[in-house]
């Protein structure tokens, strides 16, 4: 261009340092503008306030299954008798998909409250097996319809196509037989 | 003036051109010759344009938020603005930027009428103009209709109601446009994806208007054709870098409302539930539409037609008039700024415009009646009578040869 030539003798120019501020301003800016506009589809406050379940578990009855809503997906709560714990540790050293021990599917010294969240980590349906008469799969836990996964007494990952381990969500006990699902547990002081 | 080849050089480029002409597309607007003297009020046509962009794209996200339903859309707009996160951000940059996208248009319509912009061979780009200030107007008043407050409720009724009007089929339009037999749901979410649909039909009425105005090429403040190369610079750098100054300042007035005065330019009565029982006192429209509102109360009884009907052509015919505009001022003078009379003429619109919006702010009683009658008047005798008699007995001074040439010569003019 003949006004670069007019300016400098191959060198840099305050113009040219003044474009490239100019530009880099203008992408700041759109940026600036832009960013609001994606996380506006982050969750929102009164969203993120509804993000805790509290659950009474005294009327759950040993060897019952219950489903309860959190953060719109639900969450299965298995009252294990001590035949199924039994059977849940002894896979223990079995070799799966994603190995984990039953101790660490459950909370210290509740090992009767398996607390997980209830849908399948192949691609998000929701396994079978809560309801009598449901298909349990091959393993007695749960297993999902959608593309065959079969899950265990722990709600560990033996059969299908799905990666992992049904996922154990953060929970509380408040008290002996109540929990609150997406709170973490208080850490026994050391 | 750059040495840049009409064909692009790499292989790729001239395969995607032969296909697809984009790069010369890109290089007509890059080097469209631009007269060279355009003073500051030929920015607001790239400012109206890029606010429309910024309220597509905000819309566009705020519409993921909002619920079109009578009992859901005030709390979706209040989630919007305590919830969503920078929610607050977006519903003012959009509400406001309603605001400001009529600021842009009118100072760009009142460009265009002291100029004459609306004269040969732009005419097509003028008509292009009125029908994206007529869809504009649509789009907002249906906009405004969404928070569903009070003023949104009766907003919506009033101007339904204009149709009810209209002799015979009135009142049957009008059950049409509710969808109903007052304003409710229906009428909620038809305007909801009729506001969504609007500013997509103006951005194709933009493209038109441009594409016009391309082939005619621009005015300028002279109101004289372009002689030769040397009246022109090329669009790229030089209107884009003056356009960028000038939307950083448009871009920091909009930011003083958004950030300072989200309500500035609201209404107290629409963080008010729509109630359909009862009407507050006083309704108002925004203040971009008040000069019109005047224009619908002014009207008394004409001849055989009633008030109501007289009232709504008015108020309809203060737009629709300006499509004639090229007949009715015959003037081959296009600048004001050479025709003495015109200028005094315009500058009276102008207070008469402002004295039609302080009217349509205040209740039709008393003085604002009068002065609401007068200025509605003025209105009608200014476009109707007073335009094309100015164009028939006006003397304008000489104009200037070309457009350089009062730049190099200043002082000598020909006639």
């Not at chain 1, 997980?116 to 749960?142: A, F, S």
């Not at chain 2, 509605?376 to 007073?386: E, N, Q, R």
Request: glycine content about 8%; hydrophobic content about 45%.
């Amino acid at each position: 261009m003949a006004d670069a030539e007019a300016h400098g003798h191959g060198g840099e120019t305050r113009r040219d340092f003044i474009l490239l501020l100019g530009n880099a301003m203008a992408v700041v800016g759109v940026g600036a503008l832009a960013w609001p506009l994606i996380d506006s589809l982050s969750p929102a406050a009164d969203t993120k306030a509804a993000s805790t379940t509290e659950v009474d578990l005294a009327p759950i009855k040993a060897g019952q299954r219950v489903s309860v809503k959190w953060r719109g997906s639900p969450v299965f709560i298995e009252h294990r008798t001590p035949e199924t714990i039994a059977r849940a540790v002894k896979d223990d050293k079995v070799s799966m998909p994603d190995p984990q021990p039953d101790a660490e599917r459950h909370q210290e010294g509740k090992a009767q409250w398996l607390v997980m969240v209830g849908v399948c980590t192949h691609l998000g349906c929701i396994p079978l097996g809560q309801n009598t008469g449901d298909k349990r799969g091959d393993y007695g836990g749960w297993f999902c319809p959608c593309h065959g996964s079969h899950y265990d007494a722990s709600g560990r990952i033996r059969k299908g196509p799905a990666p992992k381990n049904l996922p154990v969500p953060d929970y509380r006990f408040v008290t002996d037989t109540r929990i609150v699902i997406g709170e973490k547990p208080k850490k026994p002081a050391a | 003036m750059s040495a840049m080849p009409t064909t692009p050089q790499p292989r790729w480029m001239r395969w995607v051109e032969q296909r697809l002409p984009i790069f010369s597309f890109v290089q007509h607007f890059n080097e469209y010759p631009t007269p060279k003297n355009l003073n500051y009020f030929w920015n607001f046509g790239s400012l109206a344009g890029i606010t429309l962009v910024i309220m597509i794209v905000s819309g566009i996200v705020l519409a993921m938020h909002y619920t079109p339903h009578v009992d859901y859309a005030f709390d979706s707009v209040e989630r919007i603005r305590r919830d969503v996160n920078h929610g607050w951000l977006l519903r003012s940059m959009h509400a406001n930027g309603g605001a400001m996208f009529f600021i842009a248009v009118y100072i760009h319509v009142f460009r265009g009428l002291y100029y004459g912009s609306y004269k040969a061979p732009r005419e097509i780009v003028w008509w292009m103009g009125i029908i994206i200030l007529l869809l504009m107007m649509a789009t907002a008043f249906m906009g405004y209709v969404l928070p569903w407050g009070q003023m949104s409720f009766w907003a919506a009724k009033v101007i339904t109601n204009l149709f009810s009007a209209i002799p015979l089929v009135g009142e049957d339009i009008t059950t049409w446009l509710w969808g109903g037999f007052t304003v409710d749901q229906p009428t909620l979410n038809r305007f909801y994806s009729l506001h969504y649909l609007l500013p997509f039909i103006i951005v194709g009425v933009v493209v038109v208007h441009i594409w016009s105005l391309h082939t005619v090429k621009s005015g300028n403040p002279l109101g004289i054709d372009v002689k030769s190369p040397k009246d022109t610079i090329p669009f790229h750098p030089y209107y884009t870098v003056k356009d960028m100054f000038g939307l950083g300042v448009f871009l920091l007035i909009w930011s003083i409302f958004v950030f300072f005065a989200p309500d500035f330019m609201g209404h107290p009565d629409n963080y008010i539930p729509a109630d359909s029982q009862v009407t507050p006192p006083h309704i108002v429209p925004e203040w971009y539409f008040l000069p019109f509102y005047a224009i619908l109360r002014a009207t008394p009884d004409i001849l055989f037609i009633n008030a109501k009907l007289a009232g709504v052509i008015a108020m309809f015919g203060s737009i629709l008039l300006l499509f004639f505009l090229p007949w009715l001022d015959s003037s081959k003078v296009r600048s004001a700024n050479y025709r003495p009379a015109y200028r005094v003429a315009f500058w009276i619109l102008v207070v008469d415009c402002i004295v039609l919006g302080f009217c349509g702010a205040n209740p039709p009683e008393g003085a604002w009646l009068h002065i609401s009658r007068a200025a509605t008047a003025w209105y009608f005798f200014h476009f109707l009578i007073l335009v094309p008699i100015i164009a028939r007995v006006e003397t304008p001074k000489p104009l200037p040869f070309s457009i350089s040439e009062p730049v190099v010569k200043p002082a000598v003019a020909r006639a």
